[in-house]
Structures are given as structure tokens and as C-alpha cells.
């Protein structure tokens, strides 16, 4: 029986995680570098999970099996098995949608967010849903920070509570994070976000991005927004963001609920490529961007994908309490 299902994982692991890849950049498989002075970095992310704990219901909707928090963390601990240098990180909109934000007031997504070990999020404008001190009141709850550069706080109870970037390192590799969220006016209930001033996303990512790279000297820089996928009028969006800035690698984007089968990519302002991604809602997939840093030339190459979070997962989640010798590399 524990043989069989042991063959059974292989297969699920060959199949659905090493064939689902959806999109590629430049055409430039690993292999293509394996006997180069090479390092990589995979970066998975999510957006606008929107308290999706559980896997939709099997109503017979269009979303029916899909998405839930065990399937994703039995996915992720998978790949940080294969993988040396992973990043995990959100894109905004933990809270609202489901009864589990009405009962814990978005507790549990941070209790759980924390662990499943993401290294960073951004502050999504749902986040609001509960007023400022709502927000303030469970992040004791997570042990990652919260990236927030064009939200200021000042004299609210969320003061110090955020943080303007962080800087990353795996293997040598200097990551810098930066985020930035919508402007909430209209949005949210004013008495939700009183206190808290906006600042232009544009200009604060500029400023930080640059003294990321220029200064501390990062190999790379995302930036983590909650601003929205693409606009038809002249709000701020991922697209206009990158057109608009330097020093920006890749943007992670959130809050228009956006299906992106393959990256988009944008020149900034230095005609250099900023790739945008963006994975729906609900945690109905992981998103993942694998980025291969030749460090004597400075060149990086990128291989995107996304994976399901469906019932095929389901088989992963069921070798949680393998030991690592039974564990397929």
C-alpha cells in the first residue's frame, strides 16, 4: 500500500508540478546554465487570497475544489525541498471574504500566512475593513513584515507598524522589496482609513528603488503592489508603474483579481524589461518566477510559471508526515 503511494506521488510530482509550467522568458531552460558560475532564485507569490481558508465548495460553481491553505503550504514545502533559495510573498488583500475574517477579524490568515513562512506582503486596501486599529490589532500575528512605502501612518495605531522595504539575502543574492498599495479613497469607509495619508506610488517607488539598487546594492528589486493590473483611465496601475520608473526588475501585482497566464512585460523608463505578474484571487494559484543571476556578468534570465491549487494536491498534502529519505528530489 505506502509503495503504491509512493508511486502514485512520483507521478503527481512529475506530472502536475514539473509539466504545468504555463509561460517562459527568453526561451532559456536551466540546463542552459548548469555549467555556468550561476546562481537562482525562486520567488513564489500570491494575491488577493481574500481569507480563502478552505477550498471553494463543490456547488457547482466556476470555482468549485479549488484553492485552500493546506493544499498551497503541502505545494510550497515541496518546492523548498527542490529548490535552494525561495521567497514567498503576498500581494495584498489577506482579509475579507470568507466567515473566517467576520469570526477572527483576520487572525488566522496572518497566524497561517506565518506559517507557511511568507517573507513578505503588502497591505491591500480589504486590509482596511476593519479600521486602522483592526489592522493594528492581530499583526503580532505575523512574523513577516508588512511593506506599505506610500501608506503613511503617522499617529494612527498602525505608526511603525510597516515597513518601507526590506533587503533579502539567499545565497549571496541581495533582494530588495519595496510595496505599495491603491488609494483607498472611495474605497474604503473614510472613518476606516483616517489618519493615513497616500503618497504618489510613482515617486516613492523611484526614490526607494534606487537606493536599493544603487545604494545598497541589491541584484535585484520587486515591488509588491496592491495598485491594480491596467487601467483604461489615468489611475496608477502595475503597467503605468513600470513604464514610469527604473531600477524595478519585477512588479508582483494584486487587487484587480487578474489571471496572467505568462508575465507581462513593460520597458521603464532606461528601456529595460519589468516583469509584472499577477495570479488571480482566492489562492487559486501560486505563482512562480525563477530568476538565474549570472553573477560575473550581471545577466539575469527568468522562467515563469503558475501552478493549480486543485484536488490534485490533495495526494501532496496526504505525504505531509513522509520522513525527508522518503521524499522524491
Not at 504545468?20 to 537562482?40: C, E, I, N, Q, V
Not at 541584484?219 to 508603474?241: A, F, M
Request: hydrophobic content about 40%; aromatic content about 8%.
Amino acid at each position: 500500500m505506502e509503495e503504491s503511494k509512493l508511486l502514485d506521488r512520483r507521478r503527481f510530482i512529475k506530472h502536475s508540478l514539473a509539466l504545468s509550467a504555463l509561460a517562459t522568458f527568453g526561451a532559456y531552460p536551466f540546463d542552459t546554465f548548469a555549467d555556468l558560475k550561476t546562481k537562482r532564485l525562486t520567488i513564489l507569490h500570491t494575491n488577493d487570497v481574500h481569507s480563502r481558508i478552505e477550498p471553494f465548495p463543490m456547488d457547482g460553481s466556476r470555482n468549485q475544489g479549488l484553492g485552500g491553505v493546506a493544499r498551497r503550504s503541502a505545494l510550497i514545502n515541496q518546492i523548498r525541498q527542490e529548490e535552494r533559495n525561495v521567497l514567498l510573498l503576498d500581494a495584498g488583500d489577506m482579509f475579507q471574504g470568507t466567515p473566517y475574517f467576520n469570526m477572527f477579524g483576520g487572525k488566522l490568515e496572518l497566524e497561517l500566512m506565518s506559517k507557511l513562512g511568507y517573507d513578505a506582503g503588502t497591505v491591500g486596501n480589504h486590509e482596511f475593513d476593519n479600521g486602522i486599529e483592526g489592522l493594528a490589532k492581530h499583526l503580532d500575528k505575523a512574523n513577516f513584515p508588512l511593506l506599505a512605502a506610500n501608506y503613511d501612518f503617522t499617529g494612527t495605531a498602525m505608526e511603525g507598524r510597516t515597513k518601507d522595504y526590506i533587503i533579502v539575502k539567499k545565497d549571496g543574492i541581495r533582494i530588495g522589496l519595496t510595496g505599495v498599495g491603491i488609494n483607498v479613497a472611495g474605497l474604503v469607509d473614510p472613518s476606516a482609513h483616517a489618519g493615513m495619508t497616500y503618497l504618489d506610488p510613482i515617486s516613492v517607488v523611484n526614490h526607494i528603488a534606487k537606493m536599493l539598487k544603487k545604494d545598497k546594492k541589491c541584484d535585484l528589486v520587486i515591488c509588491l503592489s496592491h495598485l491594480g493590473y491596467k487601467y483604461e483611465d489615468d489611475k496608477v496601475d502595475d503597467i503605468k508603474l513600470a513604464a514610469a520608473c527604473r531600477n524595478v526588475d519585477i512588479i508582483l501585482g494584486g487587487h484587480t483579481h487578474t489571471f496572467l497566464n505568462e508575465p507581462t512585460r513593460v520597458r521603464d523608463l532606461d528601456g529595460k524589461e519589468v516583469w509584472i505578474n499577477q495570479v488571480g484571487f482566492a489562492g487559486i494559484r501560486l505563482g512562480r518566477l525563477d530568476v538565474i543571476f549570472n553573477k560575473a556578468t550581471g545577466e539575469k534570465k527568468v522562467v515563469a510559471q503558475h501552478y493549480p491549487i486543485d484536488q490534485r494536491l490533495d495526494l501532496l498534502t496526504s505525504f505531509s508526515d513522509l520522513t525527508a529519505s522518503d521524499r522524491i528530489s
